[in-house]
């Protein structure tokens, strides 16, 4: 099944041609090669063509053609997923979402906007900032990853303790079928805020682009708060800074934000960014705080009191919005900053109850010398949802191996924690035999009975999420590809 | 189809019975009668049986019973469901979940409730009020409905417009399937908050009782905000507290809850609780603000600026926390209020864009004149979520034919005004052909075939929400329910 490419007939190149356009559709090696894998580089899969159409009919067309060819599809948005979910295992035909990026309403009277599958997410809240509102969810990828991405993988970022992730913010969607057909799920756009029957619209989001292709969302957008306290406390080490984040939850607060970042992350955000941060601690944390103006004084004390108590050794707080923004770019620009210390890495994604946060950090440190591997971290520490960065050379065999197993051993420790194998990355191939070990049988049985419900032949974005996928037929339609 | 009913063979009863005990079966006509419909009371079925069962276990034997017979089961909490969703359409056996009632545990530290189905809403929230945190939904029923039935109809309350409804406050659940499978679905009660995969819990919630019998449910809680600021303000007219509700909302306020009751609201609910509500005005809006302690004044003072703005003739505040609940109290019993000066009263349930809520109490007002029937109008205004109350006396069947077509008539303008037939009680029996001008065929087709993945044969509460469920097959097991 791997490693397989195909040539599209120029017959199908030519189909396709006519309906996006000759340079819409790429079907030479060197042109592929782009699109062989998301920012889990560890398995690189070369697609059959890809295609980029440029308005939902377009979509349409494509994938009614690919459904008389049973050419596999596979949506693909801007390639910043981070498990694989995207790679066209066994060849098929990637429908590129990048052309459509536009905005194609903002009602701010009612708080919402209309956007092509392939807007980039920091251009919604851009635009919708003229308006006083933003959209929740902010990825760290926020600045190239687009908003059908976010819907495919339920995407949260360093905002969701507070504001909850992608589907808390998607008020519908349009979906084309395998089959090429077109619906609506959820509400639309000219609808109030309510659907009634069964909630398509969620089991859609944080699918992978297993159930159809979403060209357009509705999402909602949110003021932002009337006023914001950034703070950014250094602890001597995790264990000292997870007690704290235990604390503030205990306390009763729900900051905006609640994120860790530890010492050898603090070293390459600093190296990257020079915001100052305090050098030789062992973790610090960015605590963002929000309400009415008059009231966040006192609820900052009461934090910085919590933290002390947790042994905090320095407390500062963003004076300026400017200041605000350069620490919230350092954070979100960490994983890129630890390509300057190594020349791979692999970002991992799990989650523990809060009351485990200073076990799992243990756990990451004895895996880190079991391994011989370095591991850097930064948790959205609010949710439980940790982050590993595992540093390899992609060029050693034996780190590669070792650098999974690490990664490995910290995802099962994180279920018989309690927790799960991704907080916000997806299963993609990468955690494929990992789903197996948290549901049953019969739970991940009703999952595929439902993605049959919207995919009959399992012909879109094949050979994902389940674990029987890669021991078993998903789909396989080999000489019709090959046609 | 309707007005069948069918008696249980004496096998049947005997098995039933070593199941959940003798008098947990209920088969005699008289002791049938008080399941013959929930609050929706204009259409009765009388069940075949009733069965209680006491856990999980006797749920699944119960189930597994019925599917050997291929009978059909419909699930039933408090029935305070307001559409017939519980009606058992064609005979069928009830499961009562009303002895499942238990808080299996508080983890106030990941802040979440394990409760058994049956556990009525008011008491969880009584219950974790102890760690300092509520479940945030709060029907009006909240006294009476439970947990269950929250998830079935995906329950609302005043306080959605802040906290949203039942579907976000749910982590996970347990799910007897049709066949007496169990499965749990979203995240598990040892587990982190994030679960991978398929959201299948999210569709669940809302489903109205056919993809299965729900025993467990998982829940978020929420700690109440630091300090409340409740106002009540008096307007001339429904028109003018319209006006305020879109000025509140479009300068960027996100009440906790926005309530509005007209005048003959106001009228029935002073009779029966003595609150003080200016008599004579022609809306009232309830405004509760949440924050900080120190920020809420400035908010109040910009809240009842706006409200002045509108031509608010009264603005009072609550000084106390019993004032506040006394206020509340008589919000929430405004439903039952209204039974004193009708015999009866049709609760409508409808959504338009918030932009429009002028637009349909004029609506509303025009149907209540063409029909010569009297309306009263409770509103959770900021969700544009209305309730019109259509009074009636069921002795008189012209009455009723009226009440009905004006219900009918508000709903198709809701549509029109790009709104939804039901915000948060669900489609049920009543609004089934109303379902199919929401949506198109493929839609309704994924729906259908997205209940065929959990139930294969429909058994699971028939002939409800789908258009087609009542002109066509949904079931039709006749001959076994006689056997």
Same sequence: chains 1, 2.
């Avoid at 084309?176 to 805020?193: A, I, K």
């Avoid at 780190?399 to 924690?417: D, K, N, T, Y």
């Amino acid at each position: 099944m791997e490693g397989m490419s195909f040539s599209l007939s120029e017959r199908q190149r030519k189909a396709l041609s006519r309906i996006v356009g000759e340079s819409h559709v790429l079907w030479r090696e060197e042109d592929l090669l782009v699109y062989e894998c998301d920012a889990y580089t560890l398995e690189k899969h070369l697609p059959t063509a890809v295609v980029l159409p440029g308005d939902p009919r377009e979509v349409r067309e494509v994938v009614r053609f690919c459904a008389t060819e049973g050419l596999p599809i596979i949506p693909r948005g801007a390639g910043t997923s981070l498990s694989g979910s995207v790679a066209a295992v066994g060849g098929g035909v990637v429908v590129s979402l990048s052309r459509m990026r536009r905005i194609l309403s903002i009602d701010p009277r009612n708080r919402r906007a209309l956007v092509e599958a392939g807007c980039v997410n920091l251009h919604l809240t851009q635009a919708a900032s003229r308006y006083g509102l933003v959209f929740a969810p902010d990825p760290s990828s926020q600045g190239a990853c687009t908003i059908g991405g976010n819907v495919a993988t339920n995407s949260g970022g360093p905002h969701t303790l507070r504001y909850g992730v992608t589907t808390n913010h998607v008020l519908g969607l349009e979906l084309v079928l395998s089959d090429g057909q077109t619906v609506w799920l959820g509400v639309r756009p000219e609808e109030g805020d309510d659907a009634p029957g069964l909630d398509l619209r969620g089991v859609v989001i944080g699918s992978e682009g297993m159930l159809g292709i979403v060209t357009q969302v509705l999402v909602r957008l949110i003021p932002p708060p009337p006023a914001r306290k950034t703070l950014l406390v250094a602890f001597p080490s995790v264990t000292e800074a997870s007690r704290a984040v235990s604390a503030i939850i205990e306390a009763g607060i729900v900051p905006g934000a609640l994120e860790m970042m530890d010492e050898l992350i603090i070293r390459a955000v600093e190296a990257t960014y020079q915001f100052g941060f305090p050098q030789g601690a062992g973790a610090v944390l960015i605590i963002e705080l929000e309400g009415v103006p008059s009231g966040l004084d006192r609820l900052a004390a009461k934090v910085e009191d919590l933290c002390r108590k947790a042994n905090a050794c320095e407390v500062r707080v963003a004076t300026t919005e400017k200041e605000r923004n350069h620490l919230w770019k350092a954070r979100k620009g960490a994983f890129g900053a630890v390509g300057r210390i190594s020349p791979n890495y692999l970002t991992q994604d799990g989650v523990v109850p809060r009351s485990h946060l200073a076990e799992i950090t243990g756990w990451i440190e004895a895996c880190s010398k079991k391994y011989g591997v370095t591991i850097g971290n930064v948790f959205h520490a609010g949710d439980g949802n940790i982050h590993p960065l595992i540093l390899y050379d992609e060029q050693d065999p034996d780190q590669v191996r070792r650098a999974l197993a690490a990664g490995r051993e910290i995802l099962e420790r994180c279920l018989e924690l309690g927790g799960s194998v991704t907080g916000e990355h997806g299963i993609g191939l990468e955690k494929m035999d990992l789903l197996e070990k948290q549901f049953g049988a019969a739970e991940l049985a009703l999952m595929q009975a439902l993605r049959r419900a919207f995919d009959p032949q399992g012909r879109c974005n094949p050979y994902k999420m389940f674990p029987s996928s890669r021991r078993c037929a998903d789909f396989f339609p080999r000489r019709q590809i090959a046609a």
